[in-house]
Protein backbone atom coordinates (compact mmCIF):
# COMPACT_ATOMS: atom_id res chain seq x y z
CA UNK A 1 0.00 0.00 0.00
CA UNK A 2 3.21 2.03 0.35
CA UNK A 3 5.85 2.93 -1.92
CA UNK A 4 8.48 4.89 -0.78
CA UNK A 5 11.43 7.07 -2.99
CA UNK A 6 14.23 8.22 -0.61
CA UNK A 7 15.92 11.20 -1.87
CA UNK A 8 19.00 13.59 -0.09
CA UNK A 9 21.88 11.86 -0.07
CA UNK A 10 25.73 12.50 -1.34
CA UNK A 11 28.80 13.54 -0.02
CA UNK A 12 29.40 15.53 3.03
CA UNK A 13 32.35 16.81 5.39
CA UNK A 14 32.58 15.39 9.29
CA UNK A 15 30.71 17.40 11.13
CA UNK A 16 28.28 18.65 8.21
CA UNK A 17 24.67 18.34 8.08
CA UNK A 18 22.45 16.24 5.85
CA UNK A 19 18.53 15.87 5.36
CA UNK A 20 17.21 12.68 4.22
CA UNK A 21 13.53 12.52 2.59
CA UNK A 22 11.51 9.79 2.15
CA UNK A 23 8.46 10.11 -0.13
CA UNK A 24 5.64 8.23 0.58
CA UNK A 25 2.37 7.60 -1.75
CA UNK A 26 -0.36 5.29 -0.81
CA UNK A 27 -3.86 5.65 0.41
CA UNK A 28 -2.64 5.20 4.09
CA UNK A 29 0.33 6.59 4.66
CA UNK A 30 -0.43 8.29 8.05
CA UNK A 31 -1.46 4.70 9.33
CA UNK A 32 2.20 3.35 9.14
CA UNK A 33 5.55 3.60 11.33
CA UNK A 34 8.28 4.77 9.64
CA UNK A 35 11.67 3.65 10.25
CA UNK A 36 15.07 5.01 8.70
CA UNK A 37 17.73 2.42 8.70
CA UNK A 38 21.44 2.15 7.47
CA UNK A 39 24.02 -0.52 6.54
CA UNK A 40 27.53 0.35 6.26
CA UNK A 41 29.92 -1.36 3.59
CA UNK A 42 30.60 -4.55 4.51
CA UNK A 43 28.30 -4.43 7.76
CA UNK A 44 24.42 -5.32 8.47
CA UNK A 45 21.64 -3.07 7.91
CA UNK A 46 21.30 -1.49 11.66
CA UNK A 47 18.17 0.89 12.79
CA UNK A 48 18.87 3.85 13.03
CA UNK A 49 15.65 5.69 14.06
CA UNK A 50 11.73 5.03 14.14
CA UNK A 51 8.78 7.52 14.28
CA UNK A 52 5.27 6.56 15.07
CA UNK A 53 2.78 7.10 13.05
CA UNK A 54 1.19 10.23 14.89
CA UNK A 55 4.30 11.67 14.76
CA UNK A 56 4.98 11.38 18.52
CA UNK A 57 7.72 8.24 19.94
CA UNK A 58 10.41 8.89 18.18
CA UNK A 59 13.54 6.51 18.43
CA UNK A 60 16.91 6.70 18.13
CA UNK A 61 19.77 4.28 17.98
CA UNK A 62 22.26 5.20 20.74
CA UNK A 63 25.17 5.89 17.89
CA UNK A 64 22.61 9.14 16.26
CA UNK A 65 20.81 10.06 19.60
CA UNK A 66 21.50 13.93 19.69
CA UNK A 67 22.81 14.18 16.14
CA UNK A 68 19.78 12.81 14.36
CA UNK A 69 16.16 13.75 13.98
CA UNK A 70 13.28 11.77 12.44
CA UNK A 71 10.51 14.18 11.49
CA UNK A 72 7.00 12.88 9.26
CA UNK A 73 4.98 15.94 7.60
CA UNK A 74 1.91 13.52 7.09
CA UNK A 75 0.29 16.29 4.93
CA UNK A 76 3.08 16.26 2.64
CA UNK A 77 3.65 12.12 2.59
CA UNK A 78 6.82 12.63 3.84
CA UNK A 79 9.48 11.40 6.47
CA UNK A 80 12.74 13.11 7.53
CA UNK A 81 15.85 12.33 8.86
CA UNK A 82 18.11 15.96 9.41
CA UNK A 83 21.60 14.41 10.04
CA UNK A 84 23.97 16.69 12.13
CA UNK A 85 27.06 16.53 13.17
CA UNK A 86 28.06 14.08 10.68
CA UNK A 87 30.85 11.98 11.20
CA UNK A 88 32.99 9.09 9.13
CA UNK A 89 31.73 6.06 10.37
CA UNK A 90 28.40 7.59 9.24
CA UNK A 91 29.14 6.43 5.99
CA UNK A 92 26.17 4.01 4.24
CA UNK A 93 23.33 3.36 2.85
CA UNK A 94 20.78 4.76 3.74
CA UNK A 95 16.76 3.52 3.48
CA UNK A 96 13.73 4.19 4.51
CA UNK A 97 11.05 1.95 5.89
CA UNK A 98 7.25 1.13 7.04
CA UNK A 99 5.38 -0.50 9.00
CA UNK A 100 1.66 -0.46 9.33
CA UNK A 101 0.67 -0.60 12.80
CA UNK A 102 -0.02 -3.52 14.40
CA UNK A 103 2.71 -5.01 12.81
CA UNK A 104 5.91 -6.17 14.11
CA UNK A 105 7.83 -6.08 10.88
CA UNK A 106 8.47 -3.37 8.18
CA UNK A 107 7.05 -4.05 4.85
CA UNK A 108 7.58 -1.71 2.68
CA UNK A 109 11.28 -0.08 1.95
CA UNK A 110 12.77 2.48 -0.32
CA UNK A 111 15.93 1.66 -2.67
CA UNK A 112 18.04 3.64 -0.70
CA UNK A 113 20.60 6.47 -1.17
CA UNK A 114 24.22 7.09 -0.44
CA UNK A 115 25.49 8.80 1.92
CA UNK A 116 29.21 9.34 2.10
CA UNK A 117 30.93 11.57 5.16
CA UNK A 118 34.54 12.48 3.88
CA UNK A 119 37.36 12.11 6.26
Known amino acids: QVQLVESGGGLVQPGGSLRLSCAASGRTFSSYDMGWFRQPPGKERDLVAT????????YYADSVKGRFTIVRANAKNTVYLQMNSLKPEDTAVYSC????????????WGQGTQVTVSS
Open 97 to 108: AAKAVGKNEYEY
Open 51 to 58: IRWSGGGA
